[in-house]
């Protein structure tokens, strides 16, 4: 037994034990689909399709560089998918999961694109083919539009335009591979057409290429690629003082758990006591009494101490498919996480329901 299932085992033993009883309703709040360069192509415009061949050596975005997704030293049995939307909804029925909030996989690097017309094209391509291929095909999805934030203003526009005419839920907003970090004045109009809009945005982690050379093994890449760029994105926002003015708007920060949360808000808290009172930004736990923060409530051994110091209201339950390898089977991780003896069946309530119902607008 290693360290950590010692550790977990011994909190375990610590916690009343609790019927595993399933909620009635659940939301994925982060699946994913995994669109290609062959899918999307066919949504740009003519001079792009002409040119598909080209495609073989010039990538749409950007590849991670190196082979990442299975480390050489994983004995587990492996399972790469790329879903349609059929086998998406027989998902969804197998993990009796009532609707799924689907996240792009590839595209998810846009923000390392750096002109920004094509970054504007392939946005534009993703949200049609997302429409077109998974939300318009079972009234269970609900998609998060891909914002090319290289030209704030299309950004803006392009928002609007997925959730006014695709009925999308949100945007996207890439904790990696922009020059600039997301509370940065640059940004400030698409926080503010969101807020208007009375939609979600999501900084959601993505490997970029810029981190997978600082890294030796696809473990640490696994392990640290994802939260410090999130880590690194709450900060700045928090300390920008954007949300301040902003009372509709909500953000979650997916794909990295929830662990390193209170420890940056005591930090980030400690820091902003030293700012005047006028210029001082609404503090991390202000906005979570406002509800305008959420997370994603990921597997870590610190669950229990994140509910008692965040609440159980702020975080949300995902299933992350098709990208776990080893868990495609989705009746076993929803029995997975209600088996956790951890939490109340109230707190896995919200966390499954009542949160992403709020977050999302559902």
């Avoid at 696809?218 to 954007?242: C, D, K, W, Y």
Wanted: proline share 6%; hydrophobic share 35%.
């Amino acid at each position: 037994m290693t360290s950590h299932e010692t550790l977990c085992k011994k909190a375990h033993m610590r916690q009343p034990k609790r019927r595993a009883a399933t909620p009635a309703h659940i939301i994925d709040s982060d699946g994913h689909v995994r669109e290609t360069d062959e899918q999307i192509i066919e949504y740009m415009s003519p001079g792009y399709k002409s040119r598909r061949e080209a495609m073989l050596y010039f990538p749409l975005v950007p590849h991670h560089g190196w082979h990442r997704s299975i480390p050489q030293n994983d004995y587990r049995q492996q399972d790469f998918r790329v879903p349609d939307w059929r086998e998406w909804a027989e998902k969804l029925d197998e993990g009796k999961i009532e609707l799924a909030v689907l996240y792009p996989t590839r595209f998810m690097h846009i923000g390392q694109i750096g002109n920004p017309q094509y970054a504007a094209e392939l946005c534009r391509a993703y949200n049609d083919f997302l429409h077109d291929q998974f939300l318009s095909r079972d009234k269970r999805f609900r998609g998060m539009a891909l914002l090319p934030l290289q030209d704030v203003g299309k950004a803006a526009k392009e928002l609007h335009r997925a959730v006014e005419v695709h009925h999308m839920v949100g945007g996207i907003l890439p904790a990696e591979g922009l020059p600039l970090p997301l509370g940065h004045p640059l940004y400030r109009a698409i926080f503010e057409e969101a807020d208007r809009l009375g939609c979600a945005l999501s900084v959601h982690s993505c490997t970029s290429l810029r981190d997978n050379d600082r890294f030796l093994e696809p473990n640490e890449v696994a392990t640290l690629a994802h939260v410090i760029p999130e880590m690194r994105q709450f900060t700045n926002i928090m300390f920008s003082g954007l949300m301040n003015k902003l009372k509709r708007l909500r953000l979650g920060f997916l794909e990295a758990g929830c662990g390193w949360v209170p420890y940056l808000i005591s930090k980030i808290e400690e820091r902003l006591e030293r700012v005047p009172p006028k210029e001082r930004p609404l503090l991390p736990s202000e906005l979570l009494t406002r509800k305008q923060l959420f997370f994603q409530c990921g597997e870590e051994m610190t669950t229990r101490r994140d509910v008692e110091l965040l609440g159980d209201g702020c975080l949300l339950w995902a299933s992350d498919f098709p990208h776990e390898a080893t868990k495609t089977d989705l009746q076993a991780l929803v029995k997975e996480f209600c088996e956790r003896k951890e939490l109340t069946s109230s707190s896995k309530k919200k966390i499954l329901y009542d949160n992403p119902k709020r977050f999302y607008a559902l």
